[in-house]
């Protein structure tokens, strides 16, 4: 038997050029990325707005495909991954059925994941224990909050429980104490073993919860390093400010 | 095909169907349809005498016809660029759900949602029917409303290719009306191939061939050929769509 491979998500040198219409040139997302996240840890994706955060995720959830370059999840392909139910997706601009309810929603995804009624409805129940959501779990989602839609969002994202999980901008919207309960749900992944990529744009919150700090800018990788790494540089600001404008 | 695709196959309908089914425009639509469609009743004092069946029948198909273009392409529309814009069909796909998949299951729902019009269209045309004196003649409306059913299994593949060509509702649903045009339009097409210098009647000929044609849904055509002239259509359509918004990115 092979052992499993010790990085969760490896990326290599991975560009990606965006054309708006057949008209205009293209504009390079990804230019060059590289990523090697260990199995286990949280890393942390930083840079500003259009450095290629999101573009890089998707590419990694099959949603995207690079124009170059190789990705692996969990030591396979991106599709063996997603139809082994090891990748779950968190998207910036996830909109979620109002007709639904927490449950109804979570249930639908845990099926068509091709868990059959008893672990879909297990898996459900779960996810919106891990993020907090049970006393919810059964109003229309028509009527959550922002806040709670986030939180339903990192519930599906968990839901089945992948090994890889990746989360684009998790804490948007959300207040200080449901951030705090983030927190807690990401640190409860890596305890059990899970990997976690998530983007950010709060440094402070990326450092706390962060093992490994990839710094984008105009898709290219400026800073790859660990905690000890970001502190020899000064610090997560410092690192992110001398980096984008110097 | 083994049993979990199936079943993943079922939910992924079940889940189009409930969002086509929470469409509150698609509810207006079929409403709206039925209410014009009995409204050829009133129009009985005209007295068409002896025409009058076949000016019923005329009258609730062409309502059902138009307004089941308009559901088609609406619903469509919505179920397909509305999941892509608000990111449903991204969380669906990364859990292992292929793309074609989901667009195949979409169709699926938005041929049964089509159903949910002309089922009641061509009852309501039997009931008008028999009220004006003319029977209930089961067979033909049965005849009838297959063949309308399947014309609009066509426009459903015109409008999921739409969607996934085009980026944006108004283009796709611009895109999916200007097919179904071109379709109503064959018997045109055709004569002009026919009058066309032999140069251009190259242009016609290829574009005859691209475009289906409408006119093999018509009342009293056989439905067996109609039948395997749809499934030919949608599957030719379908299959352009699959490939297509396999390529697209999300």
Redesign the interface.
Known sequence: MNPAPSLAIRAESLVKNYRTDWRSHPWRALDGVSLAVPRGTVCGLIGSNGSGKTTTL?VL?????ADSGRCEIDGGSVAAA????K???L?E????????SGREFLR??A????LAREPAEEAVVTALRRVGLDGAADRRLGGYSKGMRQKLGLA?AVLGDPAVVLLDEPAAGLDPRASAQLGGVIERLRARGRTVLLTSHFLPQAAEWCDRIVLLERGRVLFAGDRAAVAAAGGLDRLYLERTLG | MNA?RM??GW??I??AL??AW?LRAGRVIVFAALVVAAGASVLREFNFGAEEPRFLCDFAEGTIALFGTVLAIATGVVLVQGGL????A????????RRHEWLLARWVALCVTLGWLVLPGYFLLGLLLAWHGHGFPVAALVHAGALMFLRLTVVAGFALLACVVARGLLLAAILALALTLAAQLAPVLHWAQQHASPAARVGWTMLEWLVPSFVGFESGHGLLRAAGYAMGCAAIYLAAACVIFS?R??
């Open positions: 998707k959830a099959g949603l995207v495909r997603q139809a082994a139910g990748v779950g997706f998207s601009t996830a909109g979620w059925s109002a007709h639904l639908g995804l099926l068509v994941s091709g599906q | 979990g079943n993943r939910w992924l079940q889940q409930g969002e929470h814009a608000d990111g449903v991204a969380l669906v796909l990364v859990r292992g759900v390529r990115e999300l």
